[in-house]
T-cell receptor, first 112, second 117 residues
Framework: AQSVTQPDIHITVSEGASLELRCNYS??????LFWYVQSPGQGLQLLLK??????LVQGIKGFEAEFKRSQSSFNLRKPSVHWSDAAEYFC??????????FGAGTTVTVRA | GAVVSQHPSRVICKSGTSVKIECRSL??????MFWYRQFPKKSLMLMAT?????????EQGVEKDKFLINHASLTLSTLTVTSAHPEDSSFYIC?????????????FGPGTRLTVL
């Protein structure tokens, strides 16, 4: 079975600074990888996904993620964060049965 | 496109009563919908997979008699929490699957906050 680890529970970053959220997965085959963002009390919004091909994936809101098979990682990055990026971020891995397994999430706080 | 709604967004009920939560795919047909439960500051836990016209498949440890799922049409799935108790209080999120050529993508609803008094 697949699993996802997000090592950072909480990250605080200054507005305008860069952000990187870590995600490591465990899965025997080529995974389908996702990053979602959740604002307080809201559902999940897809930021980006990786299925195959180019390992650097561009998403919405200026986010990107890089798939590194050798490291079993799919880290999310943003060059310059905005106060509106404060939210909970979830990494997820999908398998052949289309079920998603989510990481525990990383809370991002943006300070002025 | 690919909008999923949930109703109600928030519900408070007394212990022992039943609560029904609706999940609708507004602009696409979904043969499969998923129900998740999210505890505060925690990840999403898959509860069950709901397939249109057939019985739901529950994940291990989820009580199917407590969490009744019905997927009566290609755009509607319902979750009924029966004889709710305070420990059932949680944030319930549904997702609807839209078929793609490479991978069936899930689209998430905004969630329902259930509080059982």
């Amino acid at each position: 079975a697949q699993s996802v680890t997000q090592p950072d529970i909480h990250i605080t970053v200054s507005e305008g600074a860069s952000l990187e959220l870590r995600c490591n997965y465990s899965y025997g085959a080529t995974p389908y990888l996702f990053w979602y963002v959740q604002s307080p009390g809201q559902g999940l919004q897809l930021l980006l996904k990786y299925f195959s091909g180019d390992t650097l994936v561009q998403g919405i809101k200026g986010f990107e993620a890089e798939f590194k098979r050798s490291q079993s990682s799919f880290n999310l990055r943003k060059p310059s964060v905005h106060w509106s990026d404060a939210a909970e971020y979830f990494c997820a891995v999908g398998a052949g049965d289309y079920k998603l397994s989510f990481g525990a999430g990383t809370t991002v706080t943006v300070r002025a | 496109g690919a909008v999923v709604s949930q109703h109600p967004s928030r519900v408070i009920c007394k212990s022992g009563t039943s609560v029904k939560i609706e999940c609708r795919s507004l602009d696409f047909q979904a043969t499969t919908m998923f129900w998740y439960r999210q505890f505060p500051k925690k990840s999403l836990m898959l509860m069950a997979t709901s397939n249109e016209g057939s019985k739901a498949t529950y994940e291990q440890g989820v009580e199917k008699d407590k969490f009744l799922i019905n997927h009566a049409s290609l755009t509607l799935s319902t979750l009924t929490v029966t004889s709710a108790h305070p420990e059932d209080s949680s944030f319930y999120i549904c997702s609807a699957e839209r078929q793609r050529t490479s991978y069936n993508e899930q689209f998430f609803g905004p969630g329902t906050r259930l509080t059982v008094l």
